[in-house]
């Protein structure tokens, strides 16, 4: 009986053991792919801001016009845009 138990099988606990390591590097291979995007965006976004910083222009949003509260800006320093123009922008 003990023999037929598939958890007892040595065999059987290694093949699943690398099924889970296999999705696991997708899983982690995907993670970063996506961060890495994400930091590619935000480097373009600091060098648009750098930009605007030699123009005098920093700070002012790219839609309205209207310059980005400091607040913003504090927390995000790169930010093209006020919150109210972000929000429709994103609809
Ligand atoms: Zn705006």
């Given at each position: ?43 373009e976004e ?46």
């Open positions: 009986m003990k023999k037929d138990d598939p958890f007892l099988d040595p065999d059987h606990a290694s093949d699943n053991a690398a099924v889970d390591t296999d999705v696991r590097e997708q899983v982690g291979h995907d993670t970063i792919e996506a961060e890495v995007k994400d930091l590619e965006r935000r480097v600091i060098d648009v801001a750098l930009r605007k910083i030699s123009k005098n222009q920093y700070g002012i949003c790219e839609r309205c016009k209207k310059y980005i509260p400091q607040a913003r800006l504090k927390l995000i320093a790169e930010a093209a845009y006020d919150i109210d123009c972000e929000k429709k922008l994103r609809r």
